[in-house]
């Protein structure tokens, strides 16, 4: 599924020809696309087809198409504060660009039958904390996983207030899906061959709508072996933070804060990094047509506007060839510069900087 869009070089390029094509609608979803970068969560090696429109599978990892990510997002209408259950959470990608508009307040649970792809997930998401520049752009939900079949989870667990279903739900299922969503939530699923927008209206009544057509791998149904009541899966707590993480949710934020009222008293505007120019294609005008035995042959005819354009298309080759040579400079993490310039010991300034590298 997928081939929406056109590819692109690179993770902005797609997301600005998912915007073009209306898949994403909204800022904070665009920004949530823009601050996790697709080609993270391939393997080495395959990077290279992260930035186009279609799904991408090996072994137990799997991705679906950028347009899906993006009409499911849109879909879950997310806000800060919300619960997010991904039943079939993969890789992280989407739990992870979930988490950055639920923010630190709101719950982020993802069930996943294969525990090596649970690994690849976490692996993914401590790569994420630890290194990318966006994590301290946001105020972050940390998805917490779990490894089972998400067609056993225990009777007694939460509700939620946002939840997705990232393989095909069988008819029979649907109302095994419902029950989880809190009155008022919306549930995003694949079901006979549509993605489907559900909302919760009542203790019984609930609203429907197709999204887009799909098709989808169906849910693993649990074998017979499978269905004693020990294998069912119980979701992480929704636990109450303590007070040394608040302390340092609202340190981060008054930093974040202070850095954008003295940027913007300054006039100072965080520049972008820029983006790479697509090359330009060059077109010569066919001016003749000449018989060679018996075909039509077209021949270009040489002039004064073709040599001008190819001396201008070279030389701008040639600066964007220079320009390419050149290092480029890292952009400044300003909260980061501030928490180390802060007179406290290195341990607390490693814990508000929630022990990242960079």
Same mark, same amino acid.
């Not at 299922?173 to 209206?201: A, F, S």
């Not at 201008?312 to 510069?337: Q, T, W």
């Given at each position: 599924?997928?081939?929406?869009?056109?590819?692109?070089?690179?993770?902005?390029?797609?997301?600005?020809?998912?915007?073009?094509?209306?898949?994403?609608?909204?800022?904070?979803?665009?920004?949530?696309?823009?601050?996790?970068?697709?080609?993270?969560?391939?393997?080495?090696?395959?990077?290279?087809?992260?930035?186009?429109?279609?799904?991408?599978?090996?072994?137990?990892?799997?991705?679906?198409?950028?347009?899906?990510?993006?009409?499911?997002?849109?879909?879950?209408?997310?806000?800060?504060?919300?619960?997010?259950?991904?039943?079939?959470?993969?890789?992280?990608?989407?739990?992870?660009?979930?988490?950055?508009?639920?923010?630190?307040?709101?719950?982020n649970h993802g069930i996943e039958l294969h525990p090596d792809v649970v690994e690849y997930a976490k692996e993914k998401l401590e790569s994420f904390i630890k290194y990318s520049d966006s994590f301290d752009?946001?105020?972050?939900?940390?998805?917490?996983?779990?490894?089972?079949?998400?067609?056993?989870?225990?009777?007694?667990?939460?509700?939620?207030?946002?939840?997705?279903?990232?393989?095909?739900?069988?008819?029979?299922?649907?109302?095994?899906?419902?029950?989880?969503?809190?009155?008022?939530?919306?549930?995003?699923?694949?079901?006979?061959?549509?993605?489907?927008?559900?909302?919760?209206?009542?203790?019984?009544?609930?609203?429907?709508?197709?999204?887009?057509?799909?098709?989808?791998?169906?849910?693993?149904?649990?074998?017979?072996?499978?269905?004693? &009541?020990?294998? $069912?899966?119980? =979701? @992480? *707590?929704?636990?109450? /933070?303590?007070?040394?993480?608040?302390? %340092? +949710?609202?340190?981060?934020?008054?930093?974040?804060?202070?850095?954008?009222?003295?940027?913007?008293? &300054?006039?100072? $505007?965080?520049? =972008? @990094? *820029?983006?790479?120019? /697509?090359?330009?294609?060059?077109?010569? %005008? +066919?001016?003749?047509?000449?018989?060679?035995?018996?075909?039509?042959?077209?021949?270009?005819?040489?002039?004064?506007?073709?040599?001008?354009?190819?001396?201008?298309?070279?030389?701008?080759?040639?600066?964007?060839?220079?320009?390419?040579?050149?290092?480029?400079?890292?952009?400044?993490?300003?909260?980061?510069?501030?928490?180390?310039?802060?007179?406290?010991?290195?341990?607390?300034?490693?814990?508000?900087?929630?022990?990242?590298e960079k």
């Amino acid at each position: 599924m997928g081939g929406a869009v056109s590819a692109g070089e690179d993770n902005d390029d797609l997301i600005d020809n998912l915007k073009e094509a209306q898949y994403i609608r909204t800022e904070r979803v665009e920004q949530a696309f823009r601050a996790i970068d697709r080609g993270d969560y391939y393997l080495e090696g395959y990077r290279d087809n992260a930035y186009k429109d279609l799904a991408w599978k090996h072994g137990n990892i799997h991705l679906s198409a950028p347009c899906i990510y993006s009409e499911v997002m849109e879909a879950l209408k997310l806000q800060p504060g919300l619960s997010f259950l991904n039943l079939g959470s993969g890789t992280g990608y989407l739990s992870t660009m979930v988490g950055l508009i639920l923010g630190p307040f709101g719950i982020n649970h993802g069930i996943e039958l294969h525990p090596d792809v649970v690994e690849y997930a976490k692996e993914k998401l401590e790569s994420f904390i630890k290194y990318s520049d966006s994590f301290d752009k946001f105020e972050f939900c940390e998805p917490a996983f779990v490894v089972g079949n998400c067609l056993q989870i225990a009777s007694d667990s939460n509700q939620y207030d946002r939840i997705y279903c990232g393989a095909g739900v069988q008819k029979d299922h649907e109302n095994y899906m419902k029950i989880l969503l809190k009155v008022g939530g919306i549930l995003v699923m694949p079901i006979e061959d549509q993605l489907t927008q559900i909302l919760r209206t009542g203790q019984n009544t609930w609203e429907s709508k197709n999204i887009l057509a799909v098709s989808f791998a169906p849910l693993v149904q649990p074998s017979k072996n499978d269905s004693s &009541k020990n294998d $069912t899966v119980g =979701l @992480p *707590p929704c636990a109450v /933070r303590n007070l040394q993480d608040l302390a %340092r +949710i609202y340190i981060r934020r008054t930093l974040r804060n202070y850095i954008n009222e003295e940027m913007h008293a &300054k006039g100072i $505007t965080q520049k =972008l @990094p *820029p983006k790479r120019k /697509r090359r330009r294609c060059r077109r010569r %005008r +066919i001016n003749t047509y000449v018989f060679v035995g018996n075909q039509l042959i077209p021949q270009p005819l040489d002039s004064e506007d073709d040599e001008k354009m190819e001396e201008e298309n070279k030389e701008e080759e040639d600066k964007e060839h220079n320009e390419a040579l050149k290092p480029e400079e890292p952009p400044r993490n300003l909260l980061r510069e501030k928490i180390m310039s802060l007179p406290l010991p290195e341990s607390l300034k490693a814990y508000l900087t929630y022990y990242r590298e960079k």
